[in-house]
Structures are given as C-alpha cells and as structure tokens.
C-alpha cells in the first residue's frame, strides 16, 4: 500500500487524493508515523492510503499474476459498487477455472477474498463470476429451492438443502424472502453449512 509523508496530517491527506485523483472523503487511511520536530519545526506525518479503485487494480494484478504463473490467459475485469467487487473472468479453458460443481471458481474466490482483506486490513467481499456461471448457478438452485418451498408450504414439514457457498445461499434467502408461509435459517460450520426452508406459519402477507 502506497505512502504519503508530508508536514501534517491535512497535507499528507491532500497528497494522497491529488495522486489517485478522487476526494479525500475517498480515502481510507492508517496513520503509519508522526513527528513533532523541535518546536514545530520539521514536524511530519506519514500515511498508509487507499480508495476503491486500489482494490479493483490489486484484485486485477493479483489475478492476472496468477493466470501468468499457470501459463493460461486470461481477461479480467473488476467493478465495484456499494463495497461489493465483482470480478469477471474469460479464459482459455473456463470449465477447468469453474472445477466441478464450482468448487474450483468458489476457492480461487476465497484466496482472492483473503488477499485483498489481508492487503487493506479490512473484510473485502468479493465474488468472481466466469461467464455467467454464477447467474446461471444462482437459477438453478433458486428454481430447485421455490419447488422445495412450495412443498414446505403443503406438507408443513421442514426440508433441508445440500451445503452450497454463502452467496447461493444468500441468493436463495432472497428469492424465497416474499413466499408466504416460509423462511429460511443457515445451520451447519464451514463447508458443510446449508439452508432449513422452515415452515412459519406466522409469516404471510
């Protein structure tokens, strides 16, 4: 992470946002070391420093680093918005990236995750899409949880999913959250955690 050093906090500041050109309401910054001087004089301040985009460009260089070292190329594009990055990948051999049932896509997802999270000392939440698995992921089990749900619904019994990654179970929480009747809890540790589409009779419109 890039460096600033300058006679106060407020300079140092300004130089930071001058060098990625955004606002310093953009920054996020760690101040690294302060100095007073002899009185006054030769006092100075050094920050650690960082907007949004320095995640995208780490995210990408991190990436493109990777698919180098294993020989493959590979396109990549990071965009963010309300601090979520998505990462987009097309390579050579997509269905190797993907791994069977996503598991390979959902670990380079998770190295990512910690890298950037390690890099600016913050929880990075990230989620890397290779055209258009994710979607397509997404819908699948969305479709096969709603006929799941509309069984809870009739039998008033509960029913359990297969361990999936937290964003499809994220997306399915979403998809069922207006179905009368039914709600969803997360049980389980690490990779064996799954969704309960519970019966609630107190939930309906």
Do not use: W
Request: net charge neutral; glycine share 6%; proline share 1%.
């Amino acid at each position: 992470m890039k460096t600033y050093t300058a006679k106060n906090l407020d300079e140092a500041l300004k130089a930071a946002a001058e060098d990625k050109n955004v606002m310093i309401s953009d920054l996020t910054y760690t101040v690294v070391e302060e100095s007073n001087g002899f009185l006054g004089i030769g006092s100075k301040t050094t920050i650690s420093a960082y907007c949004k985009k320095d995640i995208c460009v780490f995210m990408k260089e991190y990436l493109q680093k990777y698919f180098n070292g294993i020989g493959m190329q590979a396109d990549v594009e990071v965009s963010e918005e309300n601090d979520f990055y998505k990462v987009t990948l097309d390579a050579e051999n997509n269905a190797i990236l993907i791994g069977k049932n996503g598991q390979t896509l959902q670990s380079i997802n998770n190295v990512l995750r910690s890298a950037a999270s390690g890099e600016f000392k913050r929880r990075v939440r990230v989620l890397i899409d290779i055209n258009g698995y994710k979607e397509e992921k997404y819908e699948k089990v969305c479709a096969l949880a709603k006929r799941i749900a509309r069984t809870v619904q009739r039998s008033r019994t509960d029913a359990v999913l297969d361990p999936m990654p937290a964003d499809e179970r994220k997306a399915i929480h979403n998809c069922l959250s207006d179905m009368n009747y039914v709600s969803t809890v997360s049980e389980g540790e690490g990779s064996e955690r799954r969704l309960k589409i519970v019966y609630n009779p107190d939930k309906h419109k």
